[in-house]
């Protein structure tokens, strides 16, 4: 609670975006207690993810999900999250390579630990065929800002979206699956995955997939990272 109240008050790096991002999506939700509570939870995920094996965590759904177009986001402690569904099913995730040559390593470490196929910067869409046809479900996090994407509804407004998944699913032929993540105390969360109806062309399933994103985080607006431009 200290970090986030410093973050608050005193350090506010991207406050002001948070504060738009949520009022325009959200707007009866207060955004101070919301966005505190996101950044607490936000550093919490970060100690637990070196704890993990402490943790309990709680997976739904995963037991029949084999080489399948996964869509995740930001949603809960994301990097724990991705920490557990490696370990309930074989998985291949796009990941932006962290600049920092310290924090790409270590992430990559952990990563790689559980079974994480990283398909990392300068990685294709051919790459995202290879790990389906070997088995491996391929996730997608697609609920920020993609500049090359079209401008797709999100909360009503248009959005950046990548059409990157649902290219996915009409050229493999594989079905969509939702997954998304949520902290149910310390040390605890719930991880829950299952099929996603989409259909038409890419851009119609994408919106599809955004409102799957926007179910989420209306039912905890803390739980999203508002930090980033999503619709500017």
């Known amino acids: 609670g200290v970090l986030a109240g410093t973050w608050w008050t005193v350090v506010p790096l991207r406050r002001r975006e948070a504060v738009e991002n949520l009022r325009a999506a959200l707007p009866s939700v207060l955004p101070g207690p919301t966005l505190r509570r996101m950044m607490h939870d936000l550093v ?69 630990a559980h079974g994480v196929v990283r398909l990392e910067t300068g990685s294709t869409m051919k790459d995202a065929y290879a790990q389906l046809e070997a088995g491996r479900s391929v996730y997608f996090i697609q609920d920020q800002r993609h500049n090359k994407g079209p401008a797709l509804p999100f909360f009503g407004r248009p959005a950046r979206t990548s059409l990157g998944a649902a290219v996915a699913s009409i050229k493999s032929g594989r079905p969509v699956y939702g997954a998304w993540q949520w902290r149910e105390g310390v040390g605890r969360h719930r991880l829950v995955i299952a099929p996603l109806p989409v259909e038409g062309d890419a851009e119609a399933r994408t919106v599809t997939m955004n409102e799957f994103y926007e179910a989420q985080i209306r039912a905890r607006p803390h739980g999203w990272l508002w930090l980033h431009r999503r619709w500017k």
Do not use: C
């Open 44 to 112: 919490l995920g970060y100690v637990e993810l070196f704890q993990f094996e402490r943790l309990e965590i709680t997976v739904e759904g995963a037991a029949a999900v084999r080489g399948v177009v996964v869509i995740a986001g930001h949603g809960g402690a994301w990097d724990v999250a991705l920490l557990a569904w490696a370990e309930a099913f074989p998985l291949a995730i796009f990941l932006r390579t962290p600049r920092d040559p310290f924090v790409a390593k270590l992430l990559a470490s952990l990563r790689d």
